[in-house]
């Protein structure tokens, strides 16, 4: 059964790449499994059909057959295990690629989201600088572990798997909002050999025409 995904019908990214059904997106593309996508309004996602799906309102949501998930991280998660290409066949090696799955999630993005959204929302407010100061400290502390682990590799735990899909996903936010990823030359070559990949090529095409379309509307 092809599995249905949702995605922003006019997404705030404008095309960037940087919405999470990029993502699942990737995933699935890299995995080799066909899918089909749902658009949804931005009102269209607060009503009781798509709040069925996701309680929160957001996407992207996952739909395959009598399985429905939401939460990027989860869906990744389930594609991975059900497909061959993105876990370790390794028991202890699919076990620390969950572990970078959860370290680019719960880790490495909140600051980082964080970071942009403040840019957004408290750009006016007195504490502003003192604000991204701060948060801008805590991305580095993190970017420094993060660099610290990578070294010379070229993924984070041998062969590229899912946590490598997610931390580069992840630090493209980054790249896309800020320079501070300039600084670490071994993480801006990772995340270029993450966007060299021809799934991620074929994800963010797809991903780019939806906005394309929605603009020449």
Same mark, same amino acid.
């Given at each position: ?7 922003? !019908? ?40 798509? %709040? ?21 991280? &989860?869906?990744?998660?389930? /594609? ?13 090696? $699919? ?16 600051? /980082? ?20 100061? &701060?948060?801008?400290?805590?991305? $580095?502390? +993190? ?12 993924? %984070? ?7 490598? %899909? ?22 801006? &070559?990772?995340?270029?050999?993450? !966007? ?5 090529? +074929? ?15």
């Amino acid at each position: 059964m092809t599995p249905i995904i949702t995605a922003f !019908e006019r997404s705030p990214d404008r095309g960037a790449g940087l919405a999470r059904d990029m993502r699942v997106r990737w995933a699935l593309e890299e995995v080799g499994q066909p899918y089909e996508v749902r658009l949804l309004s931005f009102k269209a996602m607060k009503e009781p059909a798509h %709040l069925a799906l996701h309680p929160f309102g957001q996407i992207p949501t996952y739909e395959e057959g009598d399985l429905t998930l939401f939460e990027s991280g &989860a869906i990744v998660f389930h /594609i991975a295990e059900r497909h061959a290409g993105l876990l370790p066949e390794d028991e202890n090696g $699919r076990a620390r690629a969950v572990a970078w799955m959860f370290a680019a999630l719960n880790t490495v993005e909140p600051p /980082i989201f964080d970071r942009n959204l403040a840019k957004i929302l408290e750009r006016d407010e007195p504490w502003y600088e003192q604000r991204l100061q &701060a948060l801008e400290e805590s991305i $580095r502390k +993190r970017l420094d572990g993060l660099s610290g682990h990578l070294g010379n590799a070229d993924w %984070l735990d041998g062969a590229f798997s899912a946590g490598d %899909l997610l931390m580069v996903s992840v630090l493209l936010r980054l790249k896309k909002s800020s320079d501070i990823l300039d600084e670490y030359p071994n993480l801006s &070559a990772y995340v270029a050999r993450g !966007e060299a990949r021809a799934a991620y090529k +074929r994800a963010f095409e797809a991903q780019l025409a939806v906005f394309t379309a929605a603009s020449a509307d």
